[in-house]
């Protein structure tokens, strides 16, 4: 299994981002994935998940962030939109297990917001 996270950056507030995960080693559409942040000096936090259609988004995300999949491509993408300081973090695509559990994670893409 291998995820690959891209497209963070340095982005100023109220900007936009759209990070992309590119997933091989498994049947990408059959698994649920997420998107988990860490913002620096604070602790894993859950961001997103989508099944097949079913979307789940952290309170402080819903209407800014939207998950998406493209299981042609097998890749998982995470919209950001009016970006804030606070979302600042190392972002990580993890694919979730028959179980829930997300057994496989990506090396990270920071995301940076500031003027």
């Known amino acids: 299994v291998q995820l690959v996270e891209s497209g963070g950056g340095l982005v100023q507030p109220g900007g936009s981002l759209r990070l992309s995960c590119a997933a091989s080693g498994f049947t990408f559409s059959r698994s649920a994935m997420s998107w988990v942040r860490q913002a620096p000096g604070k602790g894993l936090e859950w961001v997103s998940t989508i099944y097949d259609t079913d979307t789940y988004y952290r309170n402080s995300v819903k209407g800014r962030f939207t998950i998406s999949r493209d299981n042609a491509k097998n890749t998982l993408y995470l919209q950001m939109n009016s970006l804030n300081p606070e979302d600042t973090a190392v972002y990580y695509c993890?694919?979730?297990?028959?179980?829930?559990?997300?057994?496989?994670w990506g090396k990270g893409t920071l995301v940076t917001v500031s003027s």
């Open positions: 993890a694919k979730r297990d028959s179980g829930g559990d997300m057994d496989y």
